[in-house]
């Protein structure tokens, strides 16, 4: 999380001193959060299932080289799951047999702000300009939504990811449109008082554009 951070304001001088205009983009989108659910005891893992998501950006990105840019993206994304698992335990009696009680589909969700610096490498000269880009992230909770009646508790705030993905932008004059896929993977996974640790992914496709600033 610190070179996360590091790597952030390290960026923000180079946008502060580069010679190329400082942009600013606002995007928005439609993600697909899915999670992966492991009780630690028993290494056991929960079925769970995608649930959509919005995805709203606010970046800002210039010119470090000719063929190397950079981006510092402050987002919003609600991770998260379903699953139609109740309850999962350990029956000792039974030579030691995992015993599963499913029931109603219920979804959880992760409300978070995300702080990404990355890196962003043209792949073709020409107006039309595809691109790929990755980094890390940090994601801070916003807000913890769940439909189970045995919430998640005393759970870390703060998780570190990486962030990787394509793109492609139409080259102008002024405002400039694009369009991005990214994939968004966590280093570090949420963790509470129960006896369970839940390692968040998403894809993303966003629609955007960006206007350069006054210098």
Not at 41 to 67: K, N, Q
């Amino acid at each position: 999380m610190k070179s996360s951070a590091l790597a952030f304001f390290l960026l923000w001088a180079a946008a502060l001193s580069g010679q190329e205009p400082f942009r600013v983009s606002l995007s928005a989108g439609l993600g697909w959060a899915g999670q992966t659910h492991e009780l630690t005891p028993i290494d056991y893992r929960l079925e769970t299932r995608m649930v959509g998501t919005p995805v709203l950006s606010l970046a800002g990105t210039g010119s470090l080289s000719p063929r190397l840019s950079y981006r510092l993206a402050l987002s919003y994304a609600a991770k998260g799951s379903s699953t139609d698992v109740l309850w999962v335990r350990v029956n000792h009696e039974n030579g030691d047999r995992i015993e599963v009680e499913t029931g109603e589909d219920r979804a959880s969700r992760f409300h978070y702000l995300s702080l990404a610096p990355t890196l962003q490498v043209p792949l073709l000269a020409g107006p039309l300009r595809p691109y790929v880009w990755a980094g890390p992230r940090i994601d801070v909770l916003l807000a913890y939504r769940t439909e189970s009646e045995d919430p998640l508790e005393e759970q870390n705030k703060v998780l570190a990811g990486v962030d990787a993905g394509c793109g492609v932008r139409l080259e102008r004059a002024g405002w400039t449109p694009f369009v991005e896929c990214g994939t968004h993977w966590d280093a570090v996974p949420v963790w509470g008082q129960d006896p369970l640790r839940i390692r968040n992914r998403m894809v993303a496709i966003s629609f955007g554009a960006t206007v350069p600033l006054s210098r």
